[in-house]
């Protein structure tokens, strides 16, 4: 029986009755301690670290027992480890490959000889970390980057604080790249130190172990508890953290305007060769970070753990710009930050010239991933927004490492050439070759109107599938937390953002563009999706329906592209509106007049706006829908009353008498509207605007030519 334990620096999560169903299943165990370990970003990042345990198991071609290490396999999180991540490999063959070593030189040939090794057929590709486990004895091992730790690794005099923090309990290997002889390093290290609890690998993370999972999860929790209460200790002994303050942050509410207002500028400038996703964080360790009088020092040196650099390149980019600037002149902001990123282009092409070897895959992306504009926060762009949102937690990480570097010695970082050989090597240029290639919509930000139902909800299903992100709206707070908690059960969080939009409202609209520049950095799709129907008879029309059709219909459409354009101009990356009309603006009928004339206006404005945008690389398209009932807020209204009534039919026929009219004898559903929008989005159509694409079953009346 375990006892609990109290921990200050480290969630401790282990419970006993969920350990004691996993009893006797050594491999269900690892997977719930890895999770728990993942579960706690101050123990290892996002897809960081790796885990392992040894067990004995019948081969199937002998019948003899053997000893199979199963292992988190490449590319895994263990945070979210199941069965089917791991790679479970025979022990005796994988210590065996020593016999074949002829050195360092044949680092990168011995990953293939890794499955040569594997026990499970349906395994994961293992690890570049597969020996660093396999060398060493212990029937559980943890491989961990915590930001405690590896500010004790990376700093300047690192293996002595080990030695005395830990009293010769934990080991010290230099840096290294992983890999087969940074396995036989460490078990030589237990070798010249046995006994010891772990080992310390410089400037990169820590190892732990233990007979049982529990006893391995205690083990790595003391230790990295025992790392951070050293630097809570020390914070402060040898000055201010930092240097001290150089300049103090806005207030939380100008922070987040400051940061809306120019992540479409920053966004445009980081989308030079493709485009990307943002995330935003004003989180109070990057304020202190990014407002120190230390930023200029040790912002450039770059992060030390090679799990940190992957994410967040070399070094960020640090604005220089007060907090407080004025950027509403976007040519005058354009003009002041030209030369800094172009200076980090060229510094990041010269790093690549003068590291790379003759087998170096090609340069990647010049621009920058993190970008720190002191006094408001971090910016940080990447392919998507996971990988943004990562990013950001990775620097945020490094922060941390500095800060405790420099608080108990000195921060030191990897040399430039060690640098290069973990971004431009091989084995990662592999593991990003097997990633699936990008959807149509990757790196493509969506803002909807009217999306918590209907049509628009649909529009965003389709391009969330297809790669993109979305920001959900409606006027509606009950029917948009639905659409929230369904978005987020079906794609994740970092998929969506939602907020209350009324599209009357200029100041609402521009809170949703806001919005979407801190979740995701801007918008390059503005779908007008929002609507309402109202059909009376000419004389039962009221000023107030008229009002409020032209409001949401022809004024809406108006502002929400008005506003919207303000940000892709920012950007400078072209976009694409598209305007959900109907079959209505171009076909008369009975008791239709104040809809049907707003439908026309929305169609000729979008004619408008198409022959105005081509210049800005804006194309702006029309979909025309007709009698799409199904989760339409126009049906639950007495539209359908109206339409029924008009063409002598009951509510429930309305269906089938919508599609017996049509020339395709079809009923015309949300997603069909979503189809046609991602036709005129997804890439085929890109020299296409001003056109109309009808999806009403084939309405001859209809046609536009």
């Known amino acids: 029986m375990s006892i609990v334990k109290e921990f200050k620096h480290v969630n401790y999560l282990w419970e006993d009755s969920v350990a004691a169903k996993l009893a006797g299943d050594e491999v269900a165990l690892l997977i719930y301690r890895s999770n728990l370990l993942g579960a706690d970003l101050r123990l290892t990042n996002y897809g960081g670290g790796n885990t392992s345990c040894k067990t004995i198991e019948k081969d199937p071609i002998t019948g003899d027992n053997t000893e199979v290490m199963w292992i988190k396999g490449s590319g895994g999180d263990i945070g979210t480890l199941k069965r089917s991540g791991l790679a479970g490999l025979y022990v005796d063959r994988l210590r065996s ?33 597969t020996p660093l486990h396999g060398f060493l004895p212990f029937k559980h091992i943890d491989h961990l980057h915590p930001d405690a730790a590896i500010s004790i690794a990376a700093a300047k005099d690192g293996r002595k604080i080990t030695q005395e923090l830990f009293n010769g309990a934990i080991g010290w290997v230099d840096w290294q790249k992983p890999g087969f002889d940074l396995g036989l390093q460490l078990k030589q290290c237990l070798a010249e130190n046995p006994g010891i609890r772990g080992i310390m690998l410089g400037s990169h993370g820590l190892f732990t172990w233990g007979d049982t999972a529990y006893d391995c999860y205690i083990n790595s929790l003391e230790i990295i508890e025992a790392s951070a209460e050293y630097l809570e200790q020390n914070y402060g002994k040898k000055g201010p953290v930092f240097g001290g303050q150089r300049i103090e942050s806005l207030e939380a509410d100008a922070r987040k305007k400051q ?20 995330h935003f964080t004003d989180d109070v360790r990057v304020l202190e970070f990014i407002n120190s009088n230390d930023l200029d020092r040790l912002a450039p040196m770059g992060t030390s753990c090679p799990d940190h650099f992957l994410r967040t390149k070399i070094s960020p980019l640090v604005l220089e710009l007060e907090a407080n600037a004025n950027l509403a002149d976007i040519d005058d902001l354009k003009e002041k930050l030209t030369p800094a990123f172009e200076a980090y282009r060229h510094m990041y092409r010269a790093y690549y010239d003068n590291c790379k070897h003759d087998n170096s895959p090609a340069i990647r992306d010049s621009n920058p991933v993190v970008v720190l504009y002191p006094g408001v926060g971090m910016f940080t762009f990447s392919k998507d927004k996971q990988t943004a949102r990562v990013a950001a937690e990775f620097y945020t990480n490094a922060i941390n490492v500095m800060k405790g570097a420099e608080a108990v010695s000195e921060y030191t970082s990897l040399p430039r050439q060690e640098a290069f050989d973990i971004e431009y090597w091989l084995l990662e240029e592999a593991k990003l070759s097997r990633q699936p290639k990008p959807k149509p919509l990757s790196g493509r930000i969506a803002l909807i109107t009217g999306s918590a139902g209907g049509i628009g909800k649909a529009i965003a299903k389709r391009f969330v599938d297809e790669g993109g992100v979305v920001v959900i709206n409606d006027n509606d707070s009950g029917r948009l937390e639905s659409a929230r908690t369904e978005f987020n059960t079906q794609f994740g969080k970092d998929a969506f953002a939602a907020v209350l939009l009324d599209v009357t409202d200029s100041e609402k609209i521009v809170n949703a563009y806001n919005e979407a520049a801190l979740a995701f950095g801007g918008v390059d799709i503005i779908v007008n999706c929002a609507g309402l129907s109202i059909s009376k008879p000419i004389q039962d029309h009221t000023e107030k329906d008229w009002d409020i059709l032209y409001d949401v219909l022809v004024k809406g459409q108006f502002l929400v592209t008005q506003k919207g354009l303000a940000v892709m101009r920012k950007q400078a990356l072209g976009g694409d509106i598209i305007n959900i009309v109907s079959k209505n603006a171009l076909v008369s009928g009975p008791n239709n007049a ?27 398209n029309v979909v025309n829908p007709d009698a799409v009932i199904s989760d339409s807020k126009i049906w639950e209204s007495g539209w359908a009353e109206g339409r029924a009534k008009a063409y002598g039919v009951t509510v429930a026929e309305l269906p089938a008498y919508y599609a017996k009219r049509t ?43």
């Open 259 to 278: 940061a809306a207002a120019i992540a479409p500028v920053l966004r445009g400038f980081c989308s030079s060769e493709r485009h990307m996703i943002g």
């Open 97 to 129: 490959l020593e016999n074949v070593y002829k050195g360092i030189e044949q680092e990168d040939e011995m990953v293939e000889l890794f499955n040569h090794c594997i026990f499970d057929l349906k395994s994961k590709a293992p690890s570049i970390d």
């Open 594 to 620: 104040g809809y049907g004339s707003a439908k026309a206006a929305q169609l000729h404005l979008s004619r408008l706006n198409a022959a105005e945008l081509g210049g800005d690389g804006i194309r702006v």
């Open 663 to 705: 020339l395709l004898n079809k009923i015309i559903l949300p997603d069909d509207i979503a189809n046609a929008c991602f036709v005129l989005v997804g890439g085929l159509l890109n020299k296409s605007t001003g056109n109309v694409l009808n999806v009403d079953g084939g309405v001859a009346m209809a046609f536009v030519r």
